[in-house]
């Protein structure tokens, strides 16, 4: 038997995951050398080559440009400050210069401007009073009072031992004491609060070990009044009260010693966790161990650091951790990952394999960890401990690597299922296993060499095989019997696959299986009750493949499926029969379809491990909240069987990444209301005002020719921004809220004069919504035409005319009988012409009529056509297979128009309905729909012809080519959304054709996503159950497809997957 014990001191180390950022996601270079948040909110970065700010999705990047007024001075940044009116800007060759929030403008106060030895500057600091401490490179510490402007110097003088140690200030940190503590080029220096008095402060040999002189690159303050101090030779803790130290140093013998001795940054978080930037990694202090744990970056791990040089550090206040390197670029790390517990089951802690399948327990509390291909992993989680179990040929070990379900039965063993070697019993004292396999010679035999799923049922094992069915196995014979797979009797299962088994409180068995639905095992008659997925029926199970089953404290039972979600069950009763179920899925909030866990915690809530992600569902609301790879979780995919609680209600989630352990009542959530902000805005897609910050303004006023207004938002919760929602309205003219997506942006076009409040909302990535919504006022000048003198002009001019038409009335009045003489001689004169006329107007009338029904470009039928002989096409297929309705959009012709001119669109349409005239019959119509829509209608047309006719127009219009004038070769396809008529076969009046065009219509926008593409949408006879059919088309297609009610058919897949299901189709119709 193979067993090997591993010490693990690195498993109480947990990850770090973070979040990278780079050139690729717009930072303007990648040695980030200073990080500040300012009082907005927004996240700042300096770098060796610009300035970046940070919304939390886009970078917007300020250089210097020479000869431009109020820009950067330099492109260096070597540090920043932030205060309540902007940012203070510090660079290594162009001073220091400040940015004000109100203006966005680059400010630099003259006594600073005229400074020639403050040009190269290192670090910046503020102390209580608003003064800012200057530490430049070589010309010691500025003092600046932005409100007086006055500017004091403190200098090194060789001849004074009560000057600075050196003119190369390296670091700055303000005690809670009021005394400050510089670190230059040559030691540790402390400055009285009282009169800025410097006293050198002796440092340990230590720290000093080739006697060369102490850099002092980095300080910090923790709450205790500790000071460490970094250096290139090690880290230090300084007691400023007794003035004791306490030296940390690289130990290569000891794995818990600091990783590096070149300390370039210090952070000590709002945890009172001390981070430590070295030039080889991060390392974290445990204070209580006084050991250190250090993270490298790993080139096959997106999520490890970016680069092993780090050279800043900063904590934002949301509280995660932002990592600057020297080559990489920008690090973000959320510290609430770390309550979910993620355990990456590498080598270097010990762990065989990382692709995690099974957990259990022992009675001695160890955790029993099954992957697959390696074996089980056994942690003893009170002295950190792996031992490995693997397969080999010496008795007793384990029959086969690929584990894939294990339990802790009643008398204290643990009972592996594995791939391919059967059932194993271990002993958890010897750890010796005693194996059971298939013998297909004896009937008492296991029933298959693959084992899925366990239970144990009164002392009595029950193991689901993948092929067998199910064997349960007696303790006192030891001997199987079977439940096998065969026909639906009540004797047999419906599938010798079963994946998942679960026990409710009166005693019946939940059997899922592959591909068979579910079996419920009645313990009162011993015999079976099936439930399968029914198209027809909402109520029925939505899949028949099954990976997990949960029995919750209530008793309530949950089905989770393959790519059907959730299914509860609504009446489990005391007898399993008639079961109906309601699903949960996506559209409910599930973070994916596909269900490979379920497990309930303390509280009632029930968890879910996905293809997607985790969730975790309120049983009372059914509501969900997702959790995904930056909150901690080892990856986004889960393994099927891989969930599991521990007696303590630990709860365990296992994937190809390792696993999450984690207790739910503790989990870390983001309870920090976001603010919101207004990144931009522009007017007629142009920047707005300029020389104002967007976060300052107070009010934006539009003339009233600015009809095109866009406003741009973001809350600065930095935690996962992708996880962030929001909603806005503009008072006075949205009348409820509106989602917004991804772009963060609202545009109005041809706003009414008047005033309004746009106003924005949010909420983190935890579901928090802010508290303080963005309220922007906007006022829109009414239009000149618009305004009360123009109105009084109407009215006046209203008057005039009324004046006019009286007089002319007058007139009128006076000349009628004069009129009335010559005028019944005209008509006399000119009957005969009028009559003549009439008959030349008939005949323009007829030509007219025939042209209106016509497209002039195409020469086809239009619009108006089809829709008044649409009622004339119904009729004329009564008794007959019906209409096949196809809406034809052609993909990408904007281009050709903008490249080659709208002559070429022209060209492009005509010949694509010449090619579509010739795909279809004769007697087939073909409109052009408008633009660049063309409508065919197909007699006589069932849902394979539809299908086919639909693939052939696809194919050939994505084959035709078309020579432009000019020679030019271009190419198009096209995108079809297709229904039949009548939409359920026999019902003809089940969907007018109006609703007929209508879901053609929705079809043709979901085939729009893929291009080249056609989909079409036909009703079943569950179609009945709907009150409103277009309705629930608009509103839930996806769900009235995955439930059956509505048959769906593209060419997204092959040829012959496309046949297949047209056979497949035809048959269940």
Not at 88 to 96: E, K, L
Not at 396 to 401: A, K, T, Y
Not at 479 to 484: G, N, S, V
Not at 568 to 577: F, Q, T
Request: hydrophobic share 40%; net charge neutral.
């Amino acid at each position: 038997m193979l067993i090997a014990i591993v010490a693990v001191p690195a498993v109480a180390t947990p990850p770090l995951s973070v979040q990278r950022y780079s050139l690729e996601e717009g930072l303007s270079q990648q040695s980030v050398n200073t990080i500040v948040q300012d009082a907005e909110g927004f996240m700042w970065f300096g770098t060796e080559d610009g300035l970046n700010r940070f919304d939390g999705y886009e970078f917007r990047q300020l250089r210097h440009h020479r000869g431009t007024e109020n820009s950067l001075p330099n492109g260096w940044i070597a540090s920043l400050i932030a205060s309540e009116q902007g940012v203070w800007i510090a660079t290594d060759g162009g001073g220091i210069v400040f940015r004000n929030a109100a203006t966005g403008a680059f400010e630099a106060p003259a006594v600073l401007r005229d400074a020639p030895d403050l040009q190269r500057v290192r670090s910046l600091a503020r102390d209580r009073l608003g003064r800012l401490w200057i530490a430049s490179r070589d010309a010691g510490i500025a003092l600046f009072d932005p409100r007086s402007g006055e500017l004091k110097r403190l200098r090194h003088s060789s001849t004074e031992t009560a000057s600075l140690s050196s003119d190369s200030i390296f670091s700055l940190v303000h005690l809670r004491s009021g005394d400050t503590l510089v670190g230059t080029a040559n030691g540790l220096d402390r400055l009285s609060a009282a009169n800025l008095d410097v006293t050198r402060i002796a440092v340990p040999t230590e720290l000093t070990p080739t006697g060369k002189p102490l850099r002092v690159r980095a300080l910090a303050e923790s709450a205790d009044g500790m000071v460490w101090v970094g250096t290139d030779a090690g880290l230090g803790r300084y007691d400023p009260r007794s003035e004791r130290w306490r030296v940390y140093r690289e130990n290569a013998s000891d794995p818990s010693s600091l990783p590096d001795n070149r300390v370039q940054a210090l952070l000590i978080d709002s945890q009172g966790r001390l981070w430590i930037g070295l030039i080889r990694g991060l390392a974290w202090f445990n204070s209580a161990t006084e050991s250190f744990s250090s993270y490298r970056r790993e080139p096959s791990e997106t999520r490890s650091l970016p680069d092993d040089y780090i050279i800043s550090l900063f904590e934002d206040r949301g509280g995660s951790l932002w990592i600057g390197t020297k080559s990489g670029g920008l690090a973000k790390w959320n510290p609430r990952t770390w309550s979910f517990g993620h355990f990456r089951a590498s080598a270097e802690e010990g762990f065989t394999d990382r692709n995690i399948t099974s957990f259990a327990e022992d009675k001695q509390g160890r955790l029993w960890i099954g992957t697959f291909g390696s074996g089980i992993n056994l942690l003893d989680r009170t002295t950190s401990r792996v031992t490995a179990l693997r397969h080999s040929n010496s008795r007793g070990s384990l029959s086969d690597d690929r584990v894939m379900a294990m339990l802790e039965a009643g008398d204290g063993a643990v009972w592996v299922g594995t791939m391919g070697g059967g059932l194993n019993r271990f002993d958890t004292q010897t750890l010796r296993a005693e194996v059971f396999t298939h013998d297909p010679a004896v009937p008492t035999s296991l029933a298959a060499t693959g084992v899925m799923s366990l239970l144990e049922v009164d002392r009595q094992l029950w193991v689901g095989t993948f092929g067998g069915g199910i064997s349960r196995f007696d303790t006192n014979t030891r001997r199987f019997d079977t439940l096998r797979p065969g026909p639906e009797d009540g004797l047999h299962l419906s599938s010798g696959r079963v994946t998942a088994l679960a026990r409710d409180r009166t005693g019946h068995v939940w059997i899922g299986t592959d591909g068979g639905g579910l079996n419920v095992w009645d313990t009162k008659t011993r015999r079976l009750q099936y439930y399968k997925r029914d198209a027809k029926r909402l109520d029925s199970l939505s899949g028949d493949t099954i990976y997990s089953i949960l029995v919750d404290d209530s008793g309530g039972v949950w089905i989770g499926t393959r790519g059907g979600g959730i299914d509860r069950v609504v009446n489990p009763g005391e007898a399993p029969l008639n079961l109906r179920f309601e699903n949960l899925s996506e559209s409910q909030g599930l973070p994916n379809n596909t269900i490979y866990g379920l497990r309930a915690d303390g509280t009632g809530n029930i968890w879910i491990s996905t293809n997607y992600g985790l969730g975790r569902l309120d049983p009372r609301d059914k509501s969900v909240q997702q959790f995904h790879r930056l909150h901690g979780l080892q990856g986004e995919e889960f393994n099927f069987g891989a969930h599991y609680r521990d007696r303590s209600g630990k709860l365990f989630f296992g994937g190809a990444a390792g696993f999450n352990a984690f207790y739910p009542e503790v989990l870390e959530f983001n309870e920090r209301p976001p603010r919101v902000v207004l990144t931009q805005f522009l007017k007629l897609n142009s920047p707005g005002i300029e020389g104002v910050s967007e976060e300052r303004i107070e009010k934006l006023n539009f003339s009233h020719n600015e009809d095109v207004i866009t406003l741009k938002f973001a809350a600065l919760d930095y935690a996962d921004p992708r996880a962030n929602r929001y909603e806005y309205k503009l008072d006075g003219f949205d009348d409820a809220w509106v989602r917004a997506d991804e772009r963060r942006a609202a545009t109005y076009t041809n706003l009414p004069g008047g005033e309004y409040v746009f106003r924005v909302r949010a909420s983190n990535s935890d579901g928090v919504w802010s508290t303080q919504d963005l309220a922007l006022p906007i006022e829109v000048a009414p239009s000149p035409w618009a305004t009360p003198f123009a109105f009084t002009g109407y009215a006046v001019l209203a008057l005039l005319m009324l004046l006019a038409v009286w007089y002319a009335q007058q007139r009128r009045i006076a000349r009628a009988s004069e009129q009335r003489a010559e005028l019944e001689q005209q008509v006399e004169d000119r009957t005969y012409e009028l009559a003549q006329r009439n008959r030349e107007l008939e005949d323009a009338n007829r030509r007219l009529e025939m042209a209106s029904l016509t497209d002039t470009a195409t020469g086809l039928a239009n619009r108006r056509y089809l829709m008044e002989q649409f009622p004339q096409l119904i009729a004329r297929e009564k008794g007959a297979q019906g209409l096949a309705i196809m809406i034809i959009d052609l993909d990408a012709l904007k281009p050709i128009n903008d490249q080659h001119g709208h002559a070429a669109g022209d060209e492009i349409i005509n010949e694509v309905a010449k090619t579509v005239r010739q795909a279809i019959r004769p007697d087939d119509v073909l409109a052009r729909w408008g633009g660049d829509e063309f409508v065919v209608v197909a007699h006589a047309a069932h849902i394979e012809h539809a299908t086919m006719l639909a693939e052939r127009i696809r194919e050939r219009v994505a084959k035709m080519k078309c020579v432009l004038p000019r020679g030019a070769v271009v190419r198009t396809s096209c995108s079809i959304g297709l229904t039949c008529l009548p939409f359920v076969p026999g019902k003809p009046d089940a969907v007018t054709w109006e609703h007929a065009i209508k879901i053609a219509d929705l079809a043709l926008y979901r085939a729009k996503r893929a291009r080249n593409a056609w989909r079409g949408w036909f009703g079943t006879e569950a179609v009945a159950t709907l009150q409103s059919v277009i309705g629930a088309v608009e509103s839930n297609v996806d769900g009235l497809i995955a439930s059956g009610i509505i048959l769906e058919q593209s060419s997204t897949r092959g040829h012959d997957d496309t046949v297949n299901s047209l056979r497949v189709l035809r048959e269940a119709r």
